[in-house]
């Protein structure tokens, strides 16, 4: 029915648009234009944009350009979105014309019409006194804003991100001290090797993990220079001269993130390299986590045929048709989720790399992307911290007893009897299903008081060199 839309016009004519939305004709070109994915823009991305307009409407009526009855209403419409309402009205595929020309729109658009309705106009009004160009576009391009908001969107969820990942390793630091009286096989190649205790093992994840945050902290801090105020080109042209300080100070300010002006306008409007770089430092994450879970299949594999020297908790049935299958799903989950976070950073290089001239066309996937993989990353890891990390045990037994039938251990005798002796002696235990001890005291290579001193097995992970009296 026809009573169920509204009319608005742009500079290309008018459009039918939703009686109640809050957006107007250009978003609604855009809804039409782009049914891609049926993808929303995520609620950081929402909440960067947002802030950067009230910003804006606040810094523009100091500097006298913009009415303080229009600042103080379209400033009321952004605090109304910033505590979580209109989100629904916020609708542009992410996939969509270059820029984020039609994201920018949709932003404007919401806050305008809104801020008119708090001015008492009806949505249907052919004339309003705020308009989303001239008002809350105001000294503002699609050029500098978008880029801002990846950023902002970014070090709006940092905090969030390094809490769980400082979670991950404390929690894994503690089953490291736990377990840390347990010595197993290590394995490289994935086959026998010499033992190492499973405290050392996960340890190296926790510490692998705390490393990380470095990183990530690191590349954050670039994030921080923003370059808002650059408007079309870099140039600033349509901007107070005064405007790009005062929007970083406000924007710090209202964000309570500690931003810095940019030392070259055009330079952050053209490069994207701040950005590629914090999303290097979250691919690097992620490919840590996923080798992490790959570990802990493999440790956790059997429960009665494979190593098993790990147990995962018992989180949900394995399956549908094997009773009593209990699988390391959490794990499995987060392989597929680190995945996934992997696409998005190869998916932000290239889009990084495709900016040409003065502008990079590519931001609306770039901020979508950066966005949904710090999401996946913090949900993921949490939920593998909370019901896996955190429920793990281990099995002495089942590291005692591989252990026990390793003859790998020869290799701490090799300053006693020498490599080839050695080679010798593991290749006769594995034929013959004996003991590295057993063997040795067969062959008659030393006596019972020199192999307990060599096969300490706590002692052969601390490193050092076996006592011998041949070595001066």
């Known amino acids: 029915m026809m009573s169920d839309f509204r009319r608005e016009r742009d500079t290309l004519g008018e459009v039918f648009v939703p009686a109640a939305a809050l957006y107007g004709a250009q978003t609604q070109r855009a809804i039409e234009n782009f049914p891609i994915s049926g993808l929303k823009p995520w609620p950081a991305f929402i909440w960067s944009m947002v802030l950067i307009k009230r910003a804006a409407a606040q810094v523009n009526a100091e500097l006298g350009l913009l009415k303080a009855e229009y600042a103080t209403h379209?400033?009321?419409?952004?605090?109304e979105v910033l505590a979580g309402q209109h989100h629904e009205h916020f609708v542009v595929d992410p996939f969509q014309a270059g820029a984020g020309t039609s994201h920018n729109m949709?932003?404007?658009e919401v806050l305008a019409n809104r801020a008119n309705q708090l001015l008492g106009y009806p949505l249907e009004a052919t004339e309003k006194a705020i308009r989303a160009n001239d008002h809350v576009n105001m000294a503002q391009s699609t050029n500098d804003t978008i880029p801002t908001a990846i950023?902002?969107?970014a070090l709006w969820r940092l905090d969030e991100l390094v809490a769980v990942l400082t979670q991950f390793a404390s929690i894994n630091q503690r089953n490291a001290i736990a377990w840390d009286d347990i010595v197993k096989s290590g394995r490289t190649h994935l086959q026998d090797a010499v033992p190492i205790r499973l405290g050392q093992e996960v340890g190296a994840w926790s510490r692998a993990v705390e490393r990380n945050i470095a990183k990530i902290q690191q590349a954050a801090d670039g994030l921080k220079r923003i370059g808002i105020g650059g408007t079309a080109a870099g140039s600033g042209l349509n901007a107070h001269p005064r405007y790009h300080s005062m929007m970083v100070k406000s924007l710090s300010e209202?964000?309570?993130l500690e931003l810095r002006e940019s030392d070259d306008l055009f330079e952050s409007m053209q490069s994207f390299a701040d950005i590629v770089f914090f999303s290097g430092a979250l691919r690097a994450t992620a490919q840590d986590f996923n080798r992490i879970a790959n570990d802990i299949r493999l440790l956790s594999a059997g429960p009665t045929t494979g190593i098993a020297e790990l147990t995962c908790p018992p989180v949900q049935p394995g399956s549908?048709?094997?009773?009593?299958?209990v699988n390391p799903v959490m794990a499995e989950m987060l392989n597929q989720a680190m995945y996934h976070c992997l696409g998005n950073d190869h998916t932000i290089t290239l889009c990084a790399m495709a900016g040409q001239l003065e502008l990079n066309v590519m931001m609306p996937v770039i901020a979508h992307n950066l966005n949904e993989m710090l999401a996946i990353?913090?949900?993921?890891?949490?939920a593998f911290t909370e019901r896996c990390i955190d429920g793990l045990t281990a099995n002495p037994e089942r590291a005692e007893t591989w252990l026990s039938r390793n003859p790998i251990l020869v290799t701490a005798l090799n300053p006693l009897i020498g490599y080839e002796a050695g080679a010798r002696v593991a290749k006769k235990a594995l034929e013959e299903n004996k003991s590295v001890r057993e063997v040795v005291l067969e062959l008659g290579l030393l006596d019972e008081e020199q192999l307990d001193r060599a096969l300490d097995l706590r002692h052969m992970t601390e490193g050092g060199v076996a006592e011998s009296p041949n070595n001066p």
């Open 377 to 382: 990353m913090i949900n993921a890891i949490r």
């Open 106 to 108: 949709n932003i404007n």
């Open 320 to 325: 549908s048709i094997m009773p009593g299958k």
């Open 151 to 153: 950023r902002l969107g």
């Open 74 to 79: 379209i400033i009321a419409a952004a605090d």
């Open 254 to 256: 209202a964000s309570g």
